[in-house]
């Protein structure tokens, strides 16, 4: 019996996540003094339920991302592991980071001048952190996908 290779025209699975350039991410967590996150947390919660099968609400993810960055942590963590990439990070300190950081701010908040300088400062310097915080997550995002794992142009 003679066998021969068919090649294969099924399409690599979709990625979990959205490839975002860190260039990019950082550039549009700036400009927009960090509601492109609301968009960044969309876009990956929508990609992981439509490619998992799944009914969660990426809208409400979205919307109250200190309940569900955690989560979103882990997913992406496991999926870097899944595809055998080397990337050291550490998904619960960065969730666990833009939570505090999140809620600290708000504390703050409550019981500052808004005007004033040091809470100016203050608010910079949690803004950087948070910045920080969401890049470790986009870092591992994009080393589980470097190789040609950009899809749509994204």
Known sequence: MNTTEIPSTASPAPSLFVY????????????????YWY?????????????KGLDLIPLLRCLFPIFFVYGLCRKV????????????????DAA???IALSVGLWLVS???AVGSVLFAVITLVV??????????V????????EEGGC???E
């Open 151 to 153: 899809e749509e142009g």
């Open 77 to 92: 963590d496991r999926y870097v592991k899944a595809t055998g990439r080397e990337h050291e990070w550490s998904p619960d």
């Open 20 to 35: 975002v350039p860190m260039r990019m991410f950082v550039v549009l967590s700036v400009v927009t003094l960090g509601l």
């Open 127 to 136: 803004f950087i952190h948070q910045i920080w915080a969401l890049a470790n």
């Open 138 to 145: 986009q870092r591992a995002i994009n080393a589980a996908q």
């Open 110 to 112: 409550n019981f500052m």
């Open 96 to 98: 666990i980071a833009y």
């Open 39 to 51: 968009v960044w947390f969309y876009r990956n919660w929508a990609r992981y339920n439509e490619v």
